[in-house]
């Protein structure tokens, strides 16, 4: 009986110490910073929005199916729709249709910065065409949207830095530091071997340019309400690695022949097993470091009760990561990914296949190389008479520190604008022009400061891409206030 007592008491005692932890377990309180009380010119932006989106400037693997002139028409219209631009910053174009801006500070001794965007988008997919409500390069406002290719990826994002300096320049801002803005001509096209955002970086190398903060498309402020769970936040990641990329293929080959005398396998049934082994042979998970603190922070802004679980988050990591690895979005960021594409075989329906191929498209964690993604398939794979050839990779970016100065003002700035906003790093799942960038900076970010609702991002490369409009005020109050401070000493 007095054991029943003691074990009840013990654990009354440890479910006492767990509501007081979970009652403790908040988002540290502090003094959220004012913000310079800035001047936007929205009416603007959607001018020039609506009229960025009008240029054709769509990017190919081959350059030489690429429309140039489109380019070079975007180009005169960035000039004369920001006048102020035009005449104080040193212009470079890096060639092919790649944009360099310089604005030069008061402090050569100072590092610079820069801001990133890409002037290229991803084509409309035929016969897909009528499906958009609004043509997909009429940039169409309607008073609520801005319709069209490019308004979320990322003429948005490149015309809303191109406002800010405009508007600084209106008010006589100048900064300390030396202001790049860097617009590639080239970033859809993934891992290419050559790239528009590495011919920049280069351009500035050689000129001896390192640089103290790079600020390039990735998270956004998201809208975050699970009624009882999360209430009424917003989360802004803010990206501070991204994967790699590699497409690889693995083939098998057989004698073929007529399809009237079939062996027990063709190529088609081994490379059947090839896929199976891959898809059963996942890379390992792992939660990184960024990622608990990610879920830490996201963890602490629960309602009470759930934080009575979510506050022993240590403990529960083991299970939070078998979940993951059952969902698709949440196992991406825990492991190196592989996403079976393509495949072929025979030319005709009654001949055996003499070689039969698929693709595979793999999306490395940062510390996976394009060599280790190699040695996994020859691992896996039973069948060891296989090719395995590199197609196209890209391998993933190292982090960037989450205490730097940069990073810091970004999260200031984000908490100002957005007092409920949950600011963490993240990990980025694409590719952007950012990575290219590490040999001259080693504070390299990934954040869009556009409050959208997350279901909108799914028209991104697709079907009614559209930018609301009622996001365009903070954005250029973010970056107003970003540039202010990121040039400062």
């Known amino acids: 009986m007095k054991k029943s007592k003691l074990v009840l008491s013990a654990l009354g005692a440890a479910a006492a110490a767990n509501a007081v932890h979970a009652a403790m377990f908040k988002p540290q309180k502090g003094v959220i910073a004012s913000l310079n009380k800035e001047d936007v010119n929205i009416e603007r932006y959607r001018r020039n929005l609506s009229k ?83 043509p997909a390069f009429d940039g169409v406002d309607d008073g609520e949207f801005i319709w069209g290719r490019g308004t979320l990826d990322m003429k948005n994002h490149l015309i809303c830095v191109m406002e800010a300096v405009e ?32 011919d920049i970086m280069n351009y500035l190398r ?33 990206g501070i690695a991204e994967k790699g990329y590699a497409d690889v293929e693995v083939v098998v080959n057989s004698k073929g022949g007529h399809s009237s005398q079939p062996p027990k396998h063709t190529a088609l049934g081994k490379i059947a097993d090839v896929i199976k082994d891959l898809e059963n042979h996942q890379f390992k998970a792992c939660f990184t470091e960024n990622m608990k603190y990610l879920f ?15 506050c022993n988050l240590p403990v529960l990591y083991p299970l939070l990561l078998q979940v993951c690895k059952l969902i698709p979005p949440a196992a991406c960021m825990t492991r190196t990914t592989t996403g079976i594409t393509m495949a072929e075989g025979s030319p005709a329906a009654n001949v055996l296949p003499q070689r039969a191929a698929i693709t595979i498209n793999f999306r490395a964690m ?15 794979v039973r069948n060891k008479d296989i090719e395995v050839n590199v197609l196209n990779s890209k391998e993933a970016s190292k982090f960037s520190p989450i205490d730097s100065r940069s990073y810091k003002i970004i999260e200031r ?25 590490e040999p001259i900076c080693e504070n390299i970010y ?20 559209r930018m609301p409009i009622s996001a365009m005020g903070d954005a250029l109050v973010f970056f107003k206030n970003y540039i202010r401070d990121v040039s400062a000493e």
């Not at 008061?106 to 820069?114: E, P, T």
């Not at 600084?168 to 955002?197: H, T």
């Not at 009882?228 to 989360?235: A, E, Q, R, T």
């Not at 830490?296 to 979510?310: E, G, H, Q």
């Open 446 to 465: 990934r954040y869009a400061p556009f409050k959208i609702d997350t279901s909108m991002l799914l028209c991104t490369h697709g079907t009614n891409e």
């Open 366 to 380: 940062p510390g996976t190389t394009t060599d280790d993604i190699v040695s996994h398939i020859k691992k896996v």
């Open 167 to 198: 508007a600084l320049l209106e008010d006589g801002f100048a900064p300390e530091r030396d202001v790049y803005l860097l617009f590639g001509d080239n970033e859809e096209v993934v891992a290419n071997s050559k790239n528009g955002a590495t």
């Open 296 to 310: 830490d922070s996201v963890a602490r802004n629960c309602t009470y009760p759930v934080r009575l679980i979510t």
């Open 413 to 437: 700035i984000c908490k100002s604008i957005e007092p409920k906003a949950i600011v963490a790093p993240f990990l980025v799942m694409g590719g952007t022009d950012a990575c290219n960038y």
């Open 52 to 134: 960025a989106v009008q240029y054709k400037t769509i990017s190919n693997r081959d350059d030489k199916l690429v429309d140039w002139s489109e380019f070079e028409r975007f180009h005169k219209f960035l000039d004369e729709a920001y006048p102020l631009i035009a005449k104080n910053l040193e212009k470079t174009v890096v060639p092919p249709a790649n944009l360099v801006y310089r604005w030069k500070g008061k402090r050569s001794d100072l590092d610079g910065v820069a801001m990133l965007a890409h002037q290229d988008v991803v084509p409309v997919s035929a016969g897909t065409q009528q499906d958009w409500t609004h």
């Open 206 to 238: 050689e000129k001896g340019v390192h640089l103290d903060a790079i600020l390039d498309e990735g998270g956004a402020m998201l809208p975050v309400n699970i009624p009882g769970v999360i209430n009424d936040k917003y989360l802004a990641g803010i």
